[in-house]
T-cell receptor
Protein backbone atom coordinates (compact mmCIF):
# COMPACT_ATOMS: atom_id res chain seq x y z
CA UNK A 1 0.00 0.00 0.00
CA UNK A 2 0.95 3.62 -0.27
CA UNK A 3 0.80 4.49 3.41
CA UNK A 4 2.13 3.24 6.73
CA UNK A 5 0.35 0.07 7.71
CA UNK A 6 -0.07 -1.14 11.27
CA UNK A 7 -1.46 -4.38 12.62
CA UNK A 8 -3.42 -5.37 14.49
CA UNK A 9 -5.66 -2.30 14.59
CA UNK A 10 -7.16 -3.46 17.87
CA UNK A 11 -5.73 -5.78 20.47
CA UNK A 12 -7.22 -6.82 23.78
CA UNK A 13 -4.82 -8.54 26.15
CA UNK A 14 -5.14 -9.91 29.62
CA UNK A 15 -2.75 -8.46 32.14
CA UNK A 16 0.49 -10.37 32.03
CA UNK A 17 0.24 -11.42 28.38
CA UNK A 18 2.87 -10.53 25.81
CA UNK A 19 1.83 -8.57 22.71
CA UNK A 20 3.51 -7.76 19.41
CA UNK A 21 2.54 -4.81 17.24
CA UNK A 22 3.68 -4.61 13.65
CA UNK A 23 4.50 -1.60 11.48
CA UNK A 24 5.00 -1.63 7.73
CA UNK A 25 6.50 1.74 6.77
CA UNK A 26 6.32 3.37 3.38
CA UNK A 27 8.73 1.61 1.04
CA UNK A 28 12.13 3.29 0.97
CA UNK A 29 11.61 5.31 4.12
CA UNK A 30 14.79 5.32 6.16
CA UNK A 31 13.47 6.60 9.47
CA UNK A 32 10.88 4.87 11.62
CA UNK A 33 9.39 6.07 14.87
CA UNK A 34 7.09 4.57 17.49
CA UNK A 35 4.87 6.82 19.57
CA UNK A 36 2.44 6.03 22.39
CA UNK A 37 -0.80 7.98 22.62
CA UNK A 38 -2.85 7.72 25.81
CA UNK A 39 -6.52 8.65 25.69
CA UNK A 40 -6.99 12.39 25.36
CA UNK A 41 -3.27 13.09 25.13
CA UNK A 42 -0.76 13.89 22.46
CA UNK A 43 1.56 11.17 21.16
CA UNK A 44 4.72 10.55 23.17
CA UNK A 45 7.99 9.38 21.62
CA UNK A 46 9.05 5.83 22.34
CA UNK A 47 11.89 4.92 19.98
CA UNK A 48 13.56 5.74 16.66
CA UNK A 49 15.24 3.67 13.97
CA UNK A 50 17.38 4.73 11.07
CA UNK A 51 17.37 1.74 8.77
CA UNK A 52 17.97 -1.24 11.09
CA UNK A 53 19.81 0.75 13.75
CA UNK A 54 17.88 1.76 16.83
CA UNK A 55 19.37 5.19 17.48
CA UNK A 56 17.18 6.30 20.35
CA UNK A 57 15.10 4.26 22.77
CA UNK A 58 14.93 6.84 25.52
CA UNK A 59 11.13 6.95 25.47
CA UNK A 60 10.50 3.28 26.16
CA UNK A 61 8.75 3.31 29.55
CA UNK A 62 10.27 0.13 30.95
CA UNK A 63 12.36 -2.89 30.05
CA UNK A 64 9.12 -4.69 29.22
CA UNK A 65 9.06 -2.70 25.98
CA UNK A 66 11.27 -3.81 23.13
CA UNK A 67 11.37 -2.74 19.48
CA UNK A 68 13.23 -4.11 16.49
CA UNK A 69 13.63 -3.48 12.79
CA UNK A 70 15.99 -6.26 11.71
CA UNK A 71 16.05 -5.64 7.96
CA UNK A 72 15.47 -1.92 7.98
CA UNK A 73 11.86 -2.07 6.83
CA UNK A 74 9.15 -3.75 8.94
CA UNK A 75 9.31 -3.00 12.65
CA UNK A 76 7.80 -4.79 15.64
CA UNK A 77 7.06 -3.31 19.03
CA UNK A 78 6.83 -5.97 21.71
CA UNK A 79 5.41 -5.49 25.15
CA UNK A 80 6.03 -8.21 27.68
CA UNK A 81 3.89 -8.93 30.73
CA UNK A 82 1.40 -6.22 29.82
CA UNK A 83 0.00 -3.97 32.54
CA UNK A 84 -3.17 -1.88 32.54
CA UNK A 85 -1.14 1.31 32.20
CA UNK A 86 0.12 0.03 28.84
CA UNK A 87 -3.37 0.59 27.39
CA UNK A 88 -2.96 3.19 24.66
CA UNK A 89 -2.79 3.67 20.92
CA UNK A 90 0.64 2.84 19.52
CA UNK A 91 1.47 4.91 16.47
CA UNK A 92 4.14 4.14 13.95
CA UNK A 93 5.53 6.81 11.64
CA UNK A 94 8.10 6.84 8.88
CA UNK A 95 9.95 9.43 6.87
CA UNK A 96 12.23 9.40 3.87
CA UNK A 97 15.07 11.03 5.78
CA UNK A 98 15.33 12.07 9.39
CA UNK A 99 15.32 15.78 8.59
CA UNK A 100 12.51 16.10 6.09
CA UNK A 101 10.16 17.17 8.83
CA UNK A 102 7.20 15.30 7.45
CA UNK A 103 6.33 12.14 9.28
CA UNK A 104 3.79 9.80 7.74
CA UNK A 105 1.75 8.12 10.43
CA UNK A 106 -0.17 4.89 10.43
CA UNK A 107 -3.63 4.60 11.92
CA UNK A 108 -2.26 3.06 15.07
CA UNK A 109 -2.76 -0.10 17.07
CA UNK A 110 -5.16 0.33 19.98
CA UNK A 111 -4.10 -1.87 22.90
CA UNK A 112 -6.48 -2.53 25.76
CA UNK A 113 -5.14 -4.44 28.73
CA UNK A 114 -7.77 -5.93 31.01
CA UNK B 1 13.33 20.37 28.42
CA UNK B 2 11.07 21.01 25.49
CA UNK B 3 7.37 21.52 26.10
CA UNK B 4 4.32 22.37 24.02
CA UNK B 5 1.16 23.78 25.56
CA UNK B 6 -2.21 23.85 23.85
CA UNK B 7 -4.41 25.54 26.40
CA UNK B 8 -7.66 25.04 24.51
CA UNK B 9 -8.91 21.54 25.19
CA UNK B 10 -11.98 21.82 22.98
CA UNK B 11 -13.44 24.45 20.67
CA UNK B 12 -16.87 24.41 19.06
CA UNK B 13 -17.75 26.71 16.18
CA UNK B 14 -20.48 26.98 13.61
CA UNK B 15 -19.61 26.39 9.99
CA UNK B 16 -18.08 29.40 8.22
CA UNK B 17 -16.74 30.91 11.42
CA UNK B 18 -13.03 31.58 11.69
CA UNK B 19 -11.20 29.77 14.48
CA UNK B 20 -7.70 30.10 15.95
CA UNK B 21 -5.93 27.28 17.74
CA UNK B 22 -3.25 28.42 20.15
CA UNK B 23 0.16 26.84 20.66
CA UNK B 24 2.88 27.98 23.07
CA UNK B 25 6.22 26.22 23.25
CA UNK B 26 9.31 26.12 25.43
CA UNK B 27 12.79 25.20 24.29
CA UNK B 28 16.39 26.12 25.02
CA UNK B 29 17.49 25.29 21.50
CA UNK B 30 18.19 28.17 19.14
CA UNK B 31 17.37 26.00 16.16
CA UNK B 32 14.14 24.08 16.28
CA UNK B 33 11.15 23.12 14.16
CA UNK B 34 7.46 23.57 14.79
CA UNK B 35 4.68 21.49 13.33
CA UNK B 36 0.93 21.18 13.17
CA UNK B 37 -0.75 17.84 12.65
CA UNK B 38 -4.44 16.98 12.20
CA UNK B 39 -5.90 13.77 13.64
CA UNK B 40 -9.30 12.90 12.16
CA UNK B 41 -11.48 10.19 13.73
CA UNK B 42 -9.65 7.51 11.73
CA UNK B 43 -6.67 8.12 14.01
CA UNK B 44 -3.98 8.77 11.44
CA UNK B 45 -2.06 12.00 12.05
CA UNK B 46 -1.84 14.16 8.94
CA UNK B 47 1.02 16.60 8.48
CA UNK B 48 -0.08 20.21 7.92
CA UNK B 49 2.98 22.40 8.22
CA UNK B 50 6.60 22.57 9.35
CA UNK B 51 8.43 25.83 10.18
CA UNK B 52 11.98 26.33 11.34
CA UNK B 53 12.95 28.77 14.05
CA UNK B 54 14.68 31.13 11.63
CA UNK B 55 11.65 31.66 9.46
CA UNK B 56 9.10 33.89 11.16
CA UNK B 57 7.12 34.68 8.08
CA UNK B 58 3.47 33.89 8.40
CA UNK B 59 2.18 31.28 6.00
CA UNK B 60 -1.14 30.85 4.27
CA UNK B 61 -2.35 27.73 2.53
CA UNK B 62 -5.90 27.97 1.30
CA UNK B 63 -8.14 28.41 4.34
CA UNK B 64 -5.27 27.66 6.72
CA UNK B 65 -2.81 30.21 8.06
CA UNK B 66 -0.09 30.10 10.66
CA UNK B 67 1.30 32.91 12.84
CA UNK B 68 4.77 32.24 14.26
CA UNK B 69 5.97 34.73 16.89
CA UNK B 70 9.32 33.97 18.48
CA UNK B 71 8.96 36.85 20.94
CA UNK B 72 6.00 35.14 22.58
CA UNK B 73 7.04 31.55 21.73
CA UNK B 74 3.77 30.98 19.95
CA UNK B 75 2.79 29.24 16.74
CA UNK B 76 -0.94 29.73 16.28
CA UNK B 77 -3.10 28.15 13.60
CA UNK B 78 -6.15 29.82 12.06
CA UNK B 79 -8.81 28.17 9.94
CA UNK B 80 -10.85 30.65 7.95
CA UNK B 81 -14.46 29.88 7.04
CA UNK B 82 -14.43 26.57 8.90
CA UNK B 83 -16.14 23.51 7.45
CA UNK B 84 -17.56 20.38 9.05
CA UNK B 85 -14.69 18.38 7.53
CA UNK B 86 -12.27 20.42 9.65
CA UNK B 87 -13.59 18.66 12.75
CA UNK B 88 -10.64 16.78 14.22
CA UNK B 89 -8.01 16.92 16.93
CA UNK B 90 -5.18 19.29 16.09
CA UNK B 91 -1.72 18.87 17.55
CA UNK B 92 1.10 21.34 17.71
CA UNK B 93 4.57 19.80 18.00
CA UNK B 94 8.19 20.80 18.46
CA UNK B 95 11.21 18.85 17.28
CA UNK B 96 14.58 18.27 18.82
CA UNK B 97 17.07 19.12 16.14
CA UNK B 98 19.32 16.11 16.59
CA UNK B 99 16.63 14.02 14.95
CA UNK B 100 14.45 16.45 13.08
CA UNK B 101 11.44 14.21 13.32
CA UNK B 102 11.55 13.32 17.03
CA UNK B 103 8.53 15.34 18.05
CA UNK B 104 7.27 16.65 21.37
CA UNK B 105 3.50 17.05 21.03
CA UNK B 106 1.02 19.21 22.85
CA UNK B 107 -2.09 17.62 24.34
CA UNK B 108 -4.16 18.63 21.33
CA UNK B 109 -7.23 20.74 20.73
CA UNK B 110 -10.50 19.10 19.74
CA UNK B 111 -12.21 21.20 17.08
CA UNK B 112 -15.91 20.62 16.48
CA UNK B 113 -17.47 22.42 13.53
CA UNK B 114 -21.25 22.28 13.49
CA UNK B 115 -23.37 22.80 10.41
Amino acid sequence: GAGVSQSPRYKVAKRGQDVALRCDPISGHVSLFWYQQALGQGPEFLTYFQNEAQLDKSGLPSDRFFAERPEGSVSTLKIQRTQQEDSAVYLCASSLQSYTGELFFGEGSRLTVL
Amino acid sequence: AQKVTQAQTEISVVEKEDVTLDCVYETRDTTYYLFWYKQPPSGELVFLIRRNSFDEQNEISGRYSWNFQKSTSSFNFTITASQVVDSAVYFCALSETEYGNKLVFGAGTILRVKS
